[in-house]
């Protein structure tokens, strides 16, 4: 049974940081793609970045690049998301996953590669 469970969300001045946490239970972490994914009032879950097992390889969204940052310790099990320069549009409720299936690279945006998920995070950017 995989447990993710995400942290560090909270509210900040547009072009503040903040830096979200995932720990994660239940599969040999460092196999495991993981995301971030968010989702704001009234629009759909949207993906953010991944990272793949080894975290040499990452991918990101066209509107977060250049200053969300994804990382991971597969010594703690743990995956981040530092985010610097927030916009108020980067409110949302934000979700870590992991990939459906083990020793994939990081370049999956679409949700439906994903089968677990914590249970969000809220970043509101104040304007």
């Known amino acids: 049974q995989v447990q993710l469970v995400e942290s560090g969300g909270g509210l900040v001045q547009a072009g503040g940081s903040l830096r979200l946490s995932c720990a994660a239970s239940?599969?040999?972490?460092?196999?495991?793609?993981m995301g971030w994914f968010r989702q704001a009032p009234g629009k759909e879950r949207e993906f953010v970045a991944s990272?793949?097992?080894?975290?040499?390889?990452?991918y990101y969204a066209d509107s977060v690049k250049g200053r969300f940052t994804i990382s991971r310790d597969n010594a703690q099990s743990t995956a981040y998301l530092q985010m610097h320069s927030l916009k108020p549009e980067d409110t949302a409720v934000y979700y870590c996953?992991?990939?459906?299936?083990?020793?994939w690279g990081a370049g999956y945006s679409d949700l439906n590669f994903y089968d677990s998920w914590g249970q969000g995070t809220q970043v509101t950017v104040s304007s």
């Open positions: 239940g599969r040999p972490f460092s196999r495991y793609t």
């Open positions: 990272i793949d097992g080894t975290g040499t390889s990452t």
């Open positions: 996953t992991q990939l459906r299936y083990p020793n």
